[in-house]
């Protein structure tokens, strides 16, 4: 399908028959080439695109059997049902909050990481502090997570170490309670990322010119304003792009993880659009309105994206489109 | 000398505070595990009546791994992970850096919308029910292969590739083209050879995700054979009344002196192992391929 459309489209923008020939020829002397880039294409239109088309079942009452593009249309009821669920006050309370609590605490924690590693002067102390500090991100949410339940249990490292410091009285099992999901969540999820995402400032800060760094010597910069300065300017561009693309990603981060976190008892501080979209469509079957749900979820993961773009741009000239 | 004198008392202040905070991250990073693995190292009802293990194992013990082990069910999901990363992984490096090398090449005709194409697909997707539906369509609920189709391909992981292939000097391929060889030969008997590092990358970034996800078995089949060693822990681990699991599962193990609890730490530690192992090793390849694509793409 792709191929006659950009066949088309190369056709229009040669306007005799003579260049159409031409084309043909070169496409046939192209054919492996074509047929390897074809296969990606139709990966994509199985793997992709189709679901992409699936989404019109949040217009359409379909319960699960037989093709959902017979299922009669539902127009916007499902939405208007989402305005009138219960739950959903929480879910996208939940979701947004502890993303926009993982960005804004989470962002800034690998760049200031990196610009103190920077600072050590011994380069092999620093290659391991970095190796260890990629450790977590290797590990899987059910590792991490049965470590969680592990030391938050009640009988757990946690209140262990609270109360022999006479700070609590007694054990609190920190999981059954919803007033401490979020900070689990943001945090757990800081501890294993951080110095993965350090690695790119890491890169950028090592690419920086040492004659900056000797300049601003001489000029008399001591230690920190080297790093506000010289180390932050030059690695501005970087923190840009990658500002964005958390932005955009911002609602997605949180479903393996808090799929393992989340039991009954939290679930009013720890349900998100996509567990919600999971129990809902899957365990439920309610197939379209879940459809909805999932649709309206990336309806603002998209406004996020450009917003977030838009600022940047304005902000210092570097954004991704 | 002079710079020497230069360093003020601040300065030193600032280093020893530094390397203290950093030796305190590394701590906060390792004890974890460090405390997984001595568990798992620990009699199991020992751990379970004698109090918090912190530090070394209090009674030292390979008993929970011996009943891991001895556990089919446990064994027969380890099959699969390994499986499905092996199997994964080398296909979904192939068949990306395939249609990458293909994208790479300038005089592809059509290349613009094809990159349109996949640009697309990485700020949206279907969402979970239009992707399940269409699976179950395609007949991939309960098979193996829905480990494999779906993950072969990634248009982010094409553009860390492409990065890369530009920069292969073009003679190299002109020699080969001249030789009479098409452009699929030339993919994987030129280009493919000299972007070890690449390859490297990708590689470990897939075969952690194909190693690591729990969630497609759970979403995509009831088939407990086919669940990887990930979905049964987090069944284990998530949904709660684990010893009852894990003793139920591990049938003759509960007469000795295991636990649910520790079966589970042996269990942890095994399915992490190959990871940590391997991937100090891969380092400088990660580390490069991650700039690459984040500042070219």
Same mark, same amino acid.
């Given at each position: 399908?792709?191929?006659?459309?950009?066949?088309?489209?190369?056709?229009?923008?040669?306007?005799?028959?003579?260049?159409?020939?031409?084309?043909?020829?070169?496409?046939?002397?192209?054919?492996?080439?074509?047929?390897?880039?074809?296969?990606?294409?139709?990966?994509?239109?199985?793997?992709?695109?189709?679901?992409?088309?699936?989404?019109?079942?949040?217009?359409?009452? @379909?319960?699960?059997?037989?093709?959902?593009?017979?299922?009669?249309?539902?127009?916007?009821?499902?939405?208007?049902?989402?305005?009138?669920?219960?739950?959903?006050?929480?879910?996208?309370?939940?979701?947004?909050?502890?993303?926009?609590?993982?960005?804004?605490?989470?962002?800034?924690?690998?760049?200031?990481?990196?610009?103190?590693?920077?600072?050590?002067?011994?380069? &092999?102390?620093?290659?391991?502090?970095?190796?260890?500090?990629?450790?977590?991100?290797?590990?899987?949410?059910?590792?991490?997570?049965?470590?969680?339940?592990?030391?938050?249990?009640?009988?757990?490292?946690?209140?262990?170490?609270?109360?022999?410091?006479?700070?609590?009285?007694?054990?609190?099992?920190?999981?059954?309670?919803?007033?401490?999901?979020?900070?689990?969540?943001?945090?757990?999820?800081?501890?294993?990322?951080?110095?993965?995402?350090?690695?790119?400032?890491?890169?950028?800060?090592?690419?920086?010119?040492?004659?900056?760094?000797?300049?601003?010597?001489?000029?008399?910069?001591?230690?920190?304003?080297?790093?506000?300065?010289?180390?932050?300017?030059?690695?501005?561009?970087?923190?840009?792009?990658?500002?964005?693309?958390?932005?955009?990603?911002?609602?997605?981060?949180?479903?393996?993880?808090?799929?393992?976190?989340?039991?009954?008892?939290?679930?009013?501080?720890?349900?998100?659009?996509?567990?919600?979209?999971?129990?809902?469509?899957?365990?439920?079957?309610?197939?379209?309105?879940?459809?909805?749900?999932?649709?309206?979820?990336?309806?603002?993961?998209?406004?996020?994206?450009?917003?977030?773009?838009?600022?940047?741009?304005?902000?210092?000239?570097?954004?991704?489109? | 000398?002079?710079?020497?004198?230069?360093?003020?008392?601040?300065?030193?202040?600032?280093?020893?505070?530094?390397?203290?905070?950093?030796?305190?991250?590394?701590?906060?990073?390792?004890?974890?595990?460090?405390?997984?693995?001595?568990?798992?190292?620990?009699?199991?009802?020992?751990?379970?009546?004698?109090?918090?293990?912190?530090?070394?194992?209090?009674?030292?013990?390979?008993?929970?791994?011996?009943?891991?082990?001895?556990?089919?069910?446990?064994?027969?999901?380890?099959?699969?992970?390994?499986?499905?990363?092996?199997?994964?992984?080398?296909?979904?490096?192939?068949?990306?850096?395939?249609?990458?090398?293909?994208?790479?090449?300038?005089?592809?005709?059509?290349?613009?919308?094809?990159?349109?194409?996949?640009?697309?697909?990485?700020?949206?997707?279907?969402?979970?029910?239009?992707?399940?539906?269409?699976?179950?369509?395609?007949?991939?609920?309960?098979?193996?292969?829905? @480990?494999?189709?779906?993950?072969?391909?990634?248009?982010?992981?094409?553009?860390?590739?492409?990065?890369?292939?530009?920069?292969?000097?073009?003679?190299?391929?002109?020699?080969?083209?001249?030789?009479?060889?098409?452009?699929? &030969?030339?993919?994987?008997?030129?280009?493919?050879?000299?972007?070890?590092?690449?390859?490297?990358?990708?590689?470990?970034?897939?075969?952690? @995700?194909?190693?690591?996800?729990?969630?497609?078995?759970?979403?995509?089949?009831?088939?407990?054979?086919?669940?990887?060693?990930?979905?049964?822990?987090? &069944?284990?681990?998530?949904?709660?009344?684990?010893?009852?699991?894990?003793?139920?599962?591990?049938?003759?193990?509960?007469?000795?002196?295991?636990?649910?609890?520790?079966? &589970?730490?042996?269990?942890?530690?095994?399915?992490?192992?190959?990871?940590?192992?391997?991937?100090?090793?891969?380092?400088?390849?990660?580390?490069?391929?991650?700039?690459?694509?984040?500042?070219?793409?």
């Amino acid at each position: 399908m792709s191929a006659n459309l950009s066949a088309e489209a190369s056709a229009q923008a040669a306007p005799a028959p003579k260049k159409n020939r031409k084309l043909l020829v070169r496409l046939a002397n192209q054919k492996y080439l074509q047929a390897m880039a074809l296969l990606g294409i139709a990966w994509m239109i199985l793997f992709n695109y189709i679901p992409m088309y699936g989404i019109m079942l949040a217009f359409k009452e @379909y319960i699960g059997i037989g093709d959902p593009a017979n299922a009669p249309w539902a127009g916007w009821t499902h939405f208007q049902a989402i305005w009138e669920d219960d739950q959903m006050l929480d879910v996208v309370k939940n979701t947004l909050g502890i993303s926009f609590l993982k960005l804004v605490i989470g962002f800034p924690i690998p760049i200031i990481f990196a610009l103190f590693l920077n600072e050590l002067r011994s380069l &092999k102390f620093n290659r391991i502090v970095q190796t260890i500090s990629y450790l977590p991100h290797f590990l899987s949410w059910v590792i991490l997570g049965g470590i969680l339940i592990t030391f938050l249990s009640d009988v757990g490292i946690v209140n262990d170490i609270l109360m022999g410091l006479k700070l609590i009285d007694e054990p609190i099992t920190y999981l059954a309670e919803p007033e401490y999901f979020w900070t689990i969540a943001v945090s757990s999820d800081i501890w294993k990322e951080f110095g993965w995402n350090a690695i790119i400032y890491i890169a950028a800060i090592a690419s920086i010119s040492p004659e900056l760094y000797e300049a601003a010597t001489i000029d008399g910069a001591g230690r920190f304003q080297k790093m506000r300065f010289v180390t932050l300017p030059s690695i501005r561009g970087t923190i840009s792009i990658l500002f964005i693309l958390a932005v955009g990603a911002m609602l997605n981060s949180n479903f393996d993880q808090i799929m393992v976190l989340k039991n009954q008892v939290n679930e009013t501080s720890s349900q998100v659009i996509d567990t919600y979209v999971y129990q809902v469509g899957i365990s439920q079957g309610r197939f379209s309105y879940s459809t909805a749900v999932g649709l309206v979820k990336s309806v603002i993961a998209l406004i996020l994206l450009l917003f977030a773009n838009s600022v940047t741009k304005r902000l210092n000239q570097s954004s991704l489109f | 000398m002079l710079k020497r004198n230069r360093r003020t008392l601040g300065d030193a202040l600032f280093d020893r505070f530094n390397v203290l905070g950093m030796l305190l991250i590394c701590f906060l990073t390792l004890y974890p595990i460090w405390y997984v693995l001595i568990n798992s190292f620990n009699d199991g009802k020992d751990a379970m009546s004698g109090g918090n293990i912190y530090w070394i194992p209090r009674m030292f013990s390979v008993e929970n791994y011996t009943a891991v082990f001895e556990n089919a069910g446990i064994m027969t999901a380890m099959g699969i992970t390994i499986a499905k990363t092996l199997i994964g992984t080398v296909l979904h490096v192939f068949f990306t850096a395939m249609v990458a090398y293909a994208f790479s090449r300038r005089e592809l005709i059509g290349r613009n919308v094809y990159m349109m194409i996949g640009t697309i697909t990485m700020f949206f997707g279907g969402g979970l029910i239009p992707t399940y539906l269409w699976y179950r369509d395609l007949g991939l609920l309960n098979d193996f292969f829905v @480990y494999i189709w779906p993950a072969l391909f990634s248009f982010f992981d094409l553009i860390i590739f492409l990065a890369f292939f530009r920069e292969i000097p073009d003679g190299l391929e002109e020699a080969a083209k001249i030789d009479g060889a098409n452009d699929f &030969k030339i993919f994987y008997s030129v280009v493919l050879p000299v972007s070890m590092p690449v390859v490297a990358t990708i590689a470990l970034f897939h075969g952690v @995700y194909q190693w690591n996800d729990y969630f497609t078995a759970v979403i995509f089949t009831t088939d407990e054979t086919l669940q990887p060693i990930q979905t049964f822990l987090y &069944k284990v681990i998530a949904q709660s009344s684990s010893t009852q699991i894990i003793g139920n599962m591990s049938g003759g193990a509960i007469t000795r002196r295991v636990t649910g609890q520790s079966i &589970k730490m042996a269990t942890m530690i095994i399915t992490t192992l190959p990871i940590v192992l391997a991937y100090p090793f891969l380092q400088r390849y990660f580390v490069k391929g991650l700039m690459i694509g984040s500042l070219k793409g």
